[in-house]
């Protein structure tokens, strides 16, 4: 697998996201089991994920990588630049259905904390997520995120409105967390 490993967890590699990883981006993003469980997202064909792709490889300030396990691509991960006023930024977290509940993701995401807080200087880090995705909120809870609020019928999917559940961790709540406990 190309990619240069930027990060590694206890269970998984953090690589730069190359050319050659567009088909799994874009059949990732597409799959029914995994986009459902995001906020209204429209079909992207390759063409659109390898401009994104390309736009994000370019960005100075954007993280964006893809969640090996055993050199096989398992999702991916990132966050936008922080914002200059409060230092906070959003991750964002896909994983293939194939590596649900295996952890995978709790570990991309504690390692991508940690590189924000230890790294970036960011002060705080959001994530947010349906709350019909049990999967996603219990990775934000498992890792000492605390649920700052749920916003009701702020998504829509499935030809309903659902609520979104907002996360977030300071980087002081983070150095003092018993990571342990995961």
């Not at 490993?5 to 206890?10: I, K, M, Q």
């Not at 907002?166 to 300071?170: D, I, S």
């Given at each position: 697998?190309?990619g240069a490993?930027?990060?590694?967890?206890?269970r998984v590699?953090?690589?730069?996201?190359e050319?050659?990883h567009?088909?799994?981006l874009?059949?990732?993003?597409?799959?029914?089991?995994?986009?459902?469980h995001?906020?209204?997202?429209?079909?992207?064909n390759?063409?659109s994920?390898?401009?994104?792709?390309e736009?994000?490889?370019?960005?100075?300030d954007s993280?964006n990588?893809?969640?090996?396990?055993d050199?096989e691509?398992?999702g991916?991960?990132?966050f936008n630049?922080?914002?200059p006023?409060?230092?906070?930024?959003?991750l964002?977290?896909?994983?293939?259905p194939a590596?649900?509940?295996?952890?995978y993701?709790?570990d991309?995401?504690?390692?991508?904390?940690?590189?924000?807080?230890?790294?970036?200087?960011?002060?705080?880090?959001?994530?947010k997520a349906?709350?019909?995705?049990?999967?996603?909120?219990r990775?934000?809870?498992t890792?000492?995120?605390r649920?700052?609020?749920?916003?009701?019928e702020?998504?829509y999917?499935?030809?309903?409105?659902v609520?979104?559940a907002?996360?977030?961790?300071?980087e002081?709540?983070?150095?003092h967390?018993d990571?342990?406990?995961?």
């Open positions: 697998m190309a490993t930027f990060l590694r967890g206890e590699e953090l690589r730069t996201v050319r050659e567009v088909d799994f874009r059949d990732l993003i597409n799959d029914p089991e995994v986009w459902t995001l906020n209204n997202r429209p079909p992207i390759g063409v994920e390898e401009e994104y792709v736009q994000q490889a370019a960005g100075e993280v990588l893809l969640i090996s396990v050199g691509p398992a991916t991960i990132g630049p922080a914002t006023v409060d230092g906070s930024v959003e964002g977290l896909l994983v293939a590596f649900w509940n295996e952890g993701g709790t991309a995401a504690r390692t991508v904390t940690t590189y924000a807080f230890e790294e970036r200087r960011v002060h705080r880090v959001v994530a349906v709350t019909e995705n049990v999967g996603s909120c990775i934000w809870e890792l000492g995120f649920e700052e609020g749920v916003f009701p702020a998504g999917h499935g030809g309903e409105y609520d979104v907002q996360y977030a961790v300071l002081d709540e983070w150095e967390y990571r342990s406990l995961d």
